[in-house]
C-alpha cells in the first residue's frame, strides 16, 4: 500500500575505533575486584529501584541478563547458551531514557532500526528482517514483517534479543534473531516509583509504577503500571500522545503452584505522521536536501493505533520437574486517513510530485497457548535437563484501504510545502485482504551433561503453518509443515571461558506476491555459529565473540510499486551473510556498568553480489555508566551509535548514463546523561541526545526516507519508594 521513490543524502564519513571495544573487554579481564554494586550512599534511590526484581537465586540483572530460556526453554547464563544473546534491562532504559522499542533495539548489538516512517518500522540482524517479536516467549511473526506504531517500553523489565535462527523455539520466522519482551512481575515487598519527564519540542511525560502484596503475606501480589505522554516533534506538523496501562496479579495456590494474570492496554494518537516519506533523489540523479524538519504529511492526516494483550500462565512443580502452562491474546486495531507524496522533483523547479490519499482501517488478533514441562532425567550416571511441550497460534488479519478521485494531483516543490491540502471522500474504491494464520508446533529439547566441562543441546520443532484467505484481490492460502532441527555445544576451558558452536534452522511462510501478484511461497533459513565467551564477577559480567554464518533462501524483496493495484510486489531472492559479532554486558569493577558490540558482516545473492546494500557492514553499539566516587549520588553516562555506509541503487538514470545510487555515508550518533540523587528517594536524570547534531537518513530500506531527530534534551524527576 506504499510507493517508494529514490533518494540521498551525504552525511560527514566517519571512522570508528574498534579498539575502544577491546579496551572494555581487557578492563574486565584485567580486573582484580570482585562484583560490587555502587556504594550506599551513592545509590541511595537505586536500594528501592523498580529496576530490579529480585528472584530467589539470581542476582540483578543491571547492564546485560543473568539468565534467559529464549534459546531452549531452559534457564541457562548467556555463557551456557551456545548463541549470541543480549539484553537491555530496565536500569538500562531508564538511564537513557529508552522509551520505546525502537530506542531499545537501537542500542542493541547488531539490530539496525529502519525507520521508515514516523508510525512503521522495520528490523533487521544479520542481514535480514527480524519478524519475531515475543511476549514472555510467545508470539507470531509480525504480519508483513512491520512494526505498526511506537511500542512503548514502559511494562516491560527487560528486552532480550536472541540473534541467529530460532526455530526452535519460535517455528517460523527468519534466521535474524527474535526479541523477547519480558513483562514487569509483581514483587514480594511493597515498591513504587513515579516519574515526570519534560524535554524538547514541548515533550511531557509521566510513569507510575507499584507493585507489592495484596494478601496472604505476600501469597497474592500484584503490580500495576501506567505512563502517559504527548508532545510535538522535530518534523513539521507531526505529535504524538500515547497511553499505556498494566496489571498483573499473581497467586500462590500451595507451595509448588503459582497462578498468574495480566493485561496492558496501549493507545497511541499521532497527528500528521509519514505515510512514506521524502524523495531521495532528484529526476537527473542528483541528491535531495532538505530541512531536518521536512515532512510530506498533511495537515489532516492521522494514525490512530491500539493495542490490548492478555495473559494467564500455570506454573506448578511436580517434584524435580516443573509444568507451566500459559495462554496468550492480542488485539491490534489502526484506524487511519493518510496522505502519501509520490514521484520524483525537478531539481531545478521541485515540481514532479504528486498527491496519493488513503483512508487505511486494519485489525490483527491472535490466541497463543503453550504447554511444556521440564526437569532432569538420569542417564549413564550423570544428570540431563530435558524441555517437553508444545504450542499452538491462531490469528486473523484484517484490513481496508478506501481511496480517493483526486491521486496524482500535482503538488509544490517540498520546499514550499505546508501539509494544507483539502481532503477528499475516499469514496472511489476500496480494496483490503482477510486472512487467517494457524500454526502448531511440537518441541523437544534436551541438554547432555557429557562430562563436567561439556554439554551438548540437542532439538527439534516439527511445525505445522497455515495462512488462508486473500490479500488485496489475491487468494493468500498456503499449508507448510516442516521439521526444524537445532544442536549446540559448550565446552567450558576453564574458570571464566567456555568455547561454543551451534546449528539452526526456521521457515516462514510469505504473504507478499510477485509482479503477476502470485505468491512467492515460503522461505527458509539457517544459521551456524562458532563462538568465545567470557564470564566475570561470579556472572555480572559477559562477554562473547562470536563468527556466523547466516542463509535465507527465497527471501521477499521489493521489485516495485504497482499504481494500478495500489501495491508493492516482490521477487524472491537467495542471499547469505556472514561476519563477526563482539559483545560485552555487565558491571566492571565497583563504579563502571557497560553494554555494547561491534558487528561487522557481509551479504551476497546466490551469484556472490552484494545483496541488501541497505543493511549496514558495520555496526558499533556502546553505553556505559560510571558512578562518580566520592560525589554521593551522581552517575555519568554516555551512548555511542556508529554505523557504516549503506546506499541503494535506483532505476533513475544519471548525468552520467549509469542508474543513479541513494547514499548515506557513514555516521555516528553520540548520547550524554548524568542523574544526581539529592535526597534518599529523589532523583534527577538529564539526557542530551545527537550532542553533535549530526544530519542523517535512519534507513535507505525503501527509496524515501526522512531525516532523524537533530540534537535534543529531556529531563526526568524521579521519586521511589
Known amino acids: 500500500m506504499t510507493v517508494h521513490t529514490p533518494s540521498a543524502t551525504h552525511a560527514r564519513r566517519r571512522s570508528i575505533p574498534v579498539a575502544v571495544m577491546s579496551v572494555c573487554i581487557a578492563a574486565a579481564l584485567q580486573s582484580p575486584g570482585a562484583l560490587a554494586g555502587p556504594d550506599a550512599a551513592a545509590s541511595g534511590a537505586d536500594a528501592t529501584d523498580l529496576d530490579t526484581v529480585r528472584v530467589t537465586g539470581q542476582k540483578p540483572d543491571g547492564y546485560g541478563v543473568v539468565q534467559t530460556s529464549t534459546a531452549t526453554r531452559l534457564e541457562l547464563s548467556p555463557r551456557e547458551t551456545p548463541q549470541s544473546v543480549s539484553a537491555v534491562g530496565r536500569e538500562q532504559m531508564d538511564d537513557f531514557g529508552l522509551t520505546s522499542v525502537n530506542d531499545v533495539l537501537d542500542a542493541t548489538t547488531g539490530v539496525t532500526v529502519e525507520a521508515v516512517e514516523t508510525s512503521r518500522t522495520y528490523y533487521t540482524a544479520r542481514g535480514f528482517d527480524i519478524t519475531n517479536f515475543q511476549r514472555d516467549g510467545l508470539g507470531l511473526p509480525l504480519p508483513y514483517g512491520i512494526q505498526d506504531g511506537d511500542l512503548d517500553t514502559a511494562i516491560y523489565e527487560r528486552i532480550e534479543v536472541l540473534r541467529g535462527a530460532n526455530g526452535l523455539m519460535s517455528s517460523t520466522g527468519n534466521p535474524s534473531a527474535t526479541v523477547n519482551f519480558v513483562r514487569k512481575r509483581p514483587t514480594t515487598d511493597l515498591r513504587g516509583q513515579a516519574q515526570l519527564t519534560v524535554g524538547s519540542w514541548d515533550r511531557r511525560r509521566i510513569d507510575v509504577d507499584v507493585s507489592g502484596p495484596l494478601a496472604a503475606e505476600g501469597g497474592v501480589r500484584g503490580r500495576a503500571v501506567a505512563a502517559w505522554e504527548k508532545g510535538d516533534s522535530h518534523l513539521d506538523r507531526y505529535s504524538l500522545e500515547k497511553q499505556v496501562y498494566y496489571g498483573v496479579v499473581e497467586a500462590d495456590l500451595g507451595t509448588a503452584t503459582t497462578l498468574a494474570a495480566g493485561v496492558s492496554y496501549q493507545r497511541n494518537n499521532p497527528n500528521s505522521p509519514l505515510w512514506g516519506a521524502l524523495p531521495l533523489l532528484y529526476s537527473d540523479g542528483s541528491p535531495t536536501d532538505y530541512d531536518v524538519s521536512t515532512s510530506t504529511a498533511s495537515d489532516?492526516?492521522?494514525?490512530?493505533?491500539?493495542?490490548?494483550?492478555?495473559?494467564?500462565?500455570?506454573?506448578?512443580?511436580?517434584?524435580?520437574?516443573?509444568?507451566?502452562?500459559?495462554?496468550?491474546?492480542?488485539?491490534?486495531?489502526?484506524?487511519?486517513?493518510?496522505?502519501?507524496?509520490?514521484?520524483?522533483?525537478?531539481?531545478?523547479?521541485?515540481?514532479?510530485?504528486?498527491?496519493?490519499?488513503?483512508?487505511?482501517?486494519?485489525?490483527?488478533?491472535?490466541?497463543?497457548?503453550?504447554?511444556?514441562?521440564?526437569?532432569?532425567?538420569?542417564?549413564?550416571?550423570?544428570?540431563?535437563?530435558?524441555?517437553?511441550?508444545?504450542?499452538?497460534?491462531?490469528?486473523?488479519?484484517?484490513?481496508?484501504?478506501?481511496?480517493?478521485?483526486?491521486?496524482?494531483?500535482?503538488?509544490?516543490?517540498?520546499?514550499?510545502?505546508?501539509?494544507?491540502?483539502?481532503?477528499?471522500?475516499?469514496?472511489?474504491?476500496?480494496?483490503?485482504?482477510?486472512?487467517?494464520?494457524?500454526?502448531?508446533?511440537?518441541?523437544?529439547?534436551?541438554?547432555?551433561?557429557?562430562?563436567?566441562?561439556?554439554?551438548?543441546?540437542?532439538?527439534?520443532?516439527?511445525?505445522?503453518?497455515?495462512?488462508?484467505?486473500?490479500?488485496?484481490?489475491?487468494?493468500?492460502?498456503?499449508?507448510?509443515?516442516?521439521?526444524?532441527?537445532?544442536?549446540?555445544?559448550?565446552?567450558?576451558?576453564?574458570?571464566?571461558?567456555?568455547?561454543?558452536?551451534?546449528?539452526?534452522?526456521?521457515?516462514?511462510?510469505?504473504?507478499?506476491?510477485?509482479?503477476?501478484?502470485?505468491?512467492?511461497?515460503?522461505?527458509?533459513?539457517?544459521?551456524?555459529?562458532?563462538?568465545?565467551?567470557?564470564?566475570?564477577?561470579?556472572?555480572?559480567?559477559?562477554?562473547?565473540?562470536?563468527?556466523?554464518?547466516?542463509?535465507?533462501?527465497?527471501?521477499?524483496?521489493?521489485?516495485?510499486?504497482?499504481?494500478?493495484?495500489?501495491?508493492?510486489?516482490?521477487?524472491?531472492?537467495?542471499?547469505?551473510?556472514?561476519?563477526?559479532?563482539?559483545?560485552?554486558?555487565?558491571?566492571?569493577?565497583?563504579?563502571?556498568?557497560?553494554?555494547?558490540?561491534?558487528?561487522?558482516?557481509?551479504?551476497?545473492?546466490?551469484?556472490?553480489?552484494?545483496?541488501?546494500?541497505?543493511?549496514?557492514?558495520?555496526?558499533?553499539?556502546?553505553?556505559?555508566?560510571?558512578?562518580?566516587?566520592?560525589?554521593?549520588?551522581?552517575?555519568?553516562?554516555?551512548?555511542?551509535?556508529?554505523?557504516?555506509?549503506?546506499?541503494?541503487?535506483?532505476?533513475?538514470?544519471?548525468?552520467?548514463?549509469?542508474?543513479?545510487?541513494?547514499?548515506?555515508?557513514?555516521?555516528?550518533?553520540?548520547?550524554?546523561?548524568?542523574?544526581?540523587?539529592?535526597?534518599?528517594?529523589?532523583?534527577?536524570?538529564?539526557?542530551?541526545?545527537?550532542?553533535?547534531?549530526?544530519?542523517?537518513?535512519?534507513?535507505?530500506?525503501?527509496?524515501?526516507?526522512?531525516?532523524?531527530?537533530?540534537?535534543?534534551?529531556?529531563?526526568?524527576?524521579?521519586?521511589?519508594?
Not at 484501504?401 to 483539502?422: C, K, V
Not at 488485496?472 to 571464566?496: C, I, K, M, S
Not at 510486489?569 to 556498568?593: C, H, K, N, P, T
Open 300 to 721: 489532516w492526516s492521522f494514525w490512530d493505533q491500539e493495542d490490548t494483550r492478555a495473559f494467564v500462565e500455570l506454573d506448578h512443580a511436580i517434584g524435580d520437574w516443573n509444568l507451566r502452562a500459559s495462554l496468550n491474546y492480542e488485539k491490534m486495531e489502526s484506524d487511519t486517513e493518510l496522505f502519501y507524496v509520490y514521484g520524483t522533483p525537478d531539481r531545478e523547479t521541485g515540481l514532479g510530485l504528486y498527491s496519493y490519499p488513503s483512508d487505511y482501517d486494519g485489525k490483527f488478533s491472535a490466541h497463543y497457548a503453550d504447554v511444556y514441562a521440564t526437569g532432569p532425567v538420569t542417564l549413564g550416571g550423570r544428570e540431563h535437563d530435558v524441555v517437553i511441550g508444545a504450542n499452538w497460534a491462531d490469528g486473523e488479519n484484517e484490513e481496508v484501504s478506501w481511496f480517493s478521485a483526486d491521486i496524482g494531483t500535482p503538488l509544490p516543490p517540498l520546499e514550499e510545502w505546508n501539509g494544507r491540502y483539502p481532503k477528499p471522500a475516499f469514496d472511489a474504491y476500496s480494496d483490503g485482504s482477510r486472512f487467517d494464520y494457524r500454526r502448531h508446533s511440537f518441541y523437544a529439547t534436551v541438554r547432555w551433561n557429557l562430562a563436567d566441562n561439556f554439554k551438548l543441546i540437542t532439538g527439534a520443532s516439527r511445525s505445522r503453518a497455515e495462512t488462508r484467505g486473500f490479500s488485496y484481490g489475491q487468494a493468500n492460502t498456503v499449508d507448510e509443515t516442516r521439521t526444524t532441527p537445532f544442536a549446540g555445544a559448550v565446552w567450558d576451558l576453564g574458570e571464566h571461558y567456555s568455547a561454543y558452536a551451534s546449528y539452526g534452522e526456521i521457515f516462514n511462510q510469505q504473504s507478499e506476491v510477485d509482479g503477476n501478484n502470485r505468491l512467492l511461497g515460503a522461505l527458509t533459513g539457517s544459521n551456524s555459529e562458532l563462538g568465545l565467551k567470557g564470564e566475570w564477577f561470579d556472572g555480572g559480567l559477559n562477554a562473547s565473540l562470536a563468527v556466523f554464518r547466516t542463509r535465507q533462501d527465497n527471501l521477499a524483496e521489493s521489485a516495485g510499486f504497482n499504481t494500478e493495484t495500489g501495491q508493492t510486489y516482490y521477487r524472491g531472492v537467495d542471499a547469505e551473510s556472514q561476519g563477526f559479532e563482539l559483545d560485552v554486558a555487565g558491571r566492571i569493577g565497583e563504579y563502571w556498568q557497560v553494554a555494547g558490540g561491534f558487528t561487522r558482516l557481509q551479504i551476497d545473492d546466490a551469484d556472490g553480489r552484494t545483496a541488501r546494500t541497505y543493511v549496514p557492514r558495520e555496526l558499533f553499539r556502546i553505553s556505559t555508566t560510571w558512578q562518580v566516587p566520592g560525589v554521593d549520588g551522581l552517575r555519568l553516562g554516555a551512548r555511542l551509535n556508529w554505523q557504516g555506509d549503506i546506499y541503494r541503487e535506483t532505476a533513475i538514470i544519471g548525468s552520467d548514463g549509469r542508474p543513479a545510487r541513494i547514499n548515506q555515508d557513514a555516521y555516528a550518533l553520540l548520547g550524554l546523561m548524568a542523574r544526581y540523587d539529592f535526597a534518599p528517594q529523589w532523583s534527577a536524570t538529564v539526557n542530551l541526545d545527537n550532542v553533535t547534531d549530526e544530519k542523517y537518513v535512519p534507513s535507505l530500506y525503501w527509496e524515501q526516507g526522512y531525516y532523524g531527530a537533530p540534537r535534543h534534551a529531556s529531563l526526568t524527576l524521579s521519586y521511589r519508594f
